[in-house]
T-cell receptor
Framework: SQQGEEDPQALSIQEGENATMNCSYK?????LQWYRQNSGRGLVHLIL?????REKHSGRLRVTLDTSKKSSSLLITASRAADTASYFC?????????????FGTGTSLTVIP | NAGVTQTPKFRVLKTGQSMTLLCAQD?????MYWYRQDPGMGLRLIHY???????AKGEVPDGYNVSRLKKQNFLLGLESAAPSQTSVYFC???????????FGSGTRLTVV
């Protein structure tokens, strides 16, 4: 399986601190995406990074990709209580149709006000 | 509001019963997907479709069937429900093959 694996499984921080979560995957990819899921809700797309990109920013989010290490990180700066959610990385396949994204098991982030 | 709509939101089935989950999107997306989410397992792809009239198997297709007769709808069927199919089911769609997914709010299914 080329499922991404997030680390840590759970993270608890104080409001205003930065949160970093990591994703590792097994095989070469075209794209890697990060999603957020609030409790009891569907997933929301945060950011997509392509295999030829090393870093992308979106507001308080910063994503890096290291294809040599087959890993990505998501940094949330100046966290807020509203950032409390589970965060998932998803990787696609370089072989085959590339129509499928494989999701990891997620990092549960708790931001304490 | 534009997006992905799933019906029903909750359902309890008895073992052996059948049901169909409906996913509808109004964004003119070509690609549609059905995932299931179980504790500690993340999301696993059941079936997907790359366009009207097409379907393909994902990671965990056994026990499920799908149909995409109209571009905007993607149906997931359980012919004979089993307790192992107790899960939260999510539908998603995307405009391009490698693009971001738009997810529905999920269907919580319990099979007793």
């Amino acid at each position: 399986s080329q499922q991404g694996e997030e680390d840590p499984q759970a993270l608890s921080i104080q409001e205003g601190e930065n949160a970093t979560m990591n994703c590792s995957y097994k095989t070469s990819i075209n794209n890697l995406q990060w999603y957020r899921q609030n409790s009891g809700r569907g997933l929301v797309h945060l950011i997509l990074i392509r295999s030829n990109e090393r870093e992308k920013h979106s507001g308080r989010l910063r994503v890096t990709l290291d294809t040599s290490k087959k890993s990505s990180s998501l940094l949330i700066t100046a966290s807020r209580a509203a950032d409390t959610a589970s965060y998932f990385c998803a990787t696609d396949a370089m072989r085959g149709t590339g129509n499928q994204f494989y999701f990891g098991t997620g990092t549960s982030l708790t931001v304490i006000p | 509001n534009a997006g992905v709509t799933q019906t029903p939101k909750f359902r309890v089935l008895k073992t052996g019963q059948s049901m169909t989950l409906l996913c509808a999107q109004d964004m003119n997306h070509e690609y549609m997907y059905w995932y299931r989410q179980d504790p500690g397992m993340g999301l696993r792809l059941i079936h997907y479709s790359v366009g009207e009239g097409t379907t393909a198997k994902g990671e965990v297709p056994d026990g499920y069937n799908v149909s995409r007769l109209k571009k905007q709808n993607f149906l997931l069927g359980l012919e004979s429900a089993a307790p192992s199919q107790t899960s939260v089911y999510f539908c998603a769609s995307s405009y391009t093959k490698g693009g971001g997914y738009t997810f529905g709010s999920g269907t919580r299914l319990t099979v007793v």
